[in-house]
């Protein structure tokens, strides 16, 4: 099971101000475009991207610190190694 969960946003400044403040706190996270699945939610095509066992953390530290986000959503199964390998 390859499940990873995705922050959404409404807009690039929101993601951009929480990606600094996870990595401020030491939260493993990863922007990510939004997954084909979701895009339809908003506008913006970035999320952030963490592992299931980074979420607690991640949550504690928005509330914490007010960061503004849309949703966090589980998708499993969006990682693909092959993607775009031709050899």
Do not use: W
Not at 37 to 46: D, E
């Amino acid at each position: 099971m390859n499940l990873r969960y995705y922050i959404l946003f409404a807009n690039l400044e929101q993601g951009m101000r929480l990606h600094e403040l996870l990595d401020e706190n030491e939260i493993p996270n990863r922007i990510a475009p939004a997954p084909r699945a979701i895009q339809g939610k908003l506008s913006c095509g970035v999320s952030l991207m963490l592992k299931p066992e980074d979420v607690e953390a991640a949550r504690t530290c928005i509330e914490e610190n007010g960061a503004e986000y849309y949703d966090i959503v589980p998708l499993e199964g969006q990682l693909q190694s092959k993607r775009d390998r031709y050899c």
